[in-house]
């Protein structure tokens, strides 16, 4: 367990973070641990091959006792060698592609907190009625940073002209996420590809607003376990949010959420990890 997260009377949260589904016992166990401890987002796409909640809580092991405390939506992870006890929560990032965006602009995309199965083409302001009606937060995730649906370059800054429609975006939140934990800079001493600049014009952005302002890590595990360069695990819980400790885990995380009441922790990903997850 990692000393640095546990804080008397808190508890940590990292609501948005992709696995990997685990292929062996070994990974399956280190995947277990890592959500032995505070809150981890498990976070599902439309798109693609991700591990789902529906499905972890499925899985068996002897050393670990998975079980739903709100179905469908929140359940338990107990590590009996450690006495340690984790939550892990449904969350589904909600992607342009599948969301019909504003006219003219491109790769919004927020987060489903406490849901999933946001279906596609529906309007950004459908799909967050629908996480409402489902009991769930939604919060823009990196409104800096969209996808440019190619490799090896996946990403850029938002231009200007997607810059005038964040207010609109930012009507619809419950929250916004102004640390993302894969906004390095990718090369020192420049600015090409420094996505830190992200980070900093979305903290400037909820300035005057409601917003506090999430931190999370956005992981991203690989395909595969290497010893060399890390599991993807490591990446998880980088950075996240310091909620106060409390009985009724999903309710008080939505109410501590919408009040501003969490402390944000902001660790950025290393590079040899971000790059053999972006890269590899
Ligand atoms: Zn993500």
């Known amino acids: 367990m990692e000393k640095e997260k546990i804080i008397e009377g808190k508890i940590f949260a990292d609501l948005h973070s992709h696995f990997k589904r685990p292929s062996n016992h070994k990974e399956l166990e280190a995947l277990l641990e890592k959500l032995s401890y ?13 591990l789902r909640y529906n499905e972890l809580i499925t899985f068996k092991s002897d050393l670990f ?10 359940a338990k992870i107990h590590y009996y060698t450690k006495n340690s006890c984790g939550y892990i929560i449904k969350t589904q990032e909600v992607r342009e592609k599948h969301v019909s965006k504003f006219p003219g602009v491109n790769n919004f995309e927020i987060l489903a907190v406490g849901c999933s199965g946001i279906p596609d083409d529906i309007s950004l302001k459908d799909a967050v009625d629908i996480i409402h009606y489902m009991g769930g937060l939604a919060i823009a995730v990196h409104p800096y940073t969209t996808s440019t ?4 370059i996946k990403y850029r800054l938002i231009n200007e002209n ?4 964040l207010p609109q975006l930012y009507e619809l939140m419950d929250e916004v996420e102004v640390f993302n934990a894969q906004n390095i800079q990718v090369f020192p001493f420049t600015n090409f590809l420094n996505m830190n600049i992200s980070n900093e014009k979305a903290k400037e952005s909820i300035k005057r607003t409601k917003f506090k302002g999430i931190a999370s890590s956005d992981a991203h595990s690989r395909a595969f376990l290497t010893e060399v360069f890390g599991t993807g695990l490591e990446q998880s819980k980088m950075a996240g949010i310091y909620l106060p400790r409390e009985n009724d885990i999903f309710e008080s995380l939505k109410h501590n959420i919408v009040t501003s009441n969490f402390e944000r922790l902001e660790q950025y990903v290393d590079r040899i990890s971000f790059a053999s997850c972006m890269f590899l």
């Open 65 to 74: 006792d998975i079980s739903e405390v709100e179905q469908g939506r929140l």
């Open 38 to 50: 505070g809150i981890s987002g498990i976070t599902e796409f439309n798109r693609g091959d991700c």
């Open 162 to 165: 997607e810059e005038k429609h």
């Open 149 to 152: 649906g190619k490799w090896p």
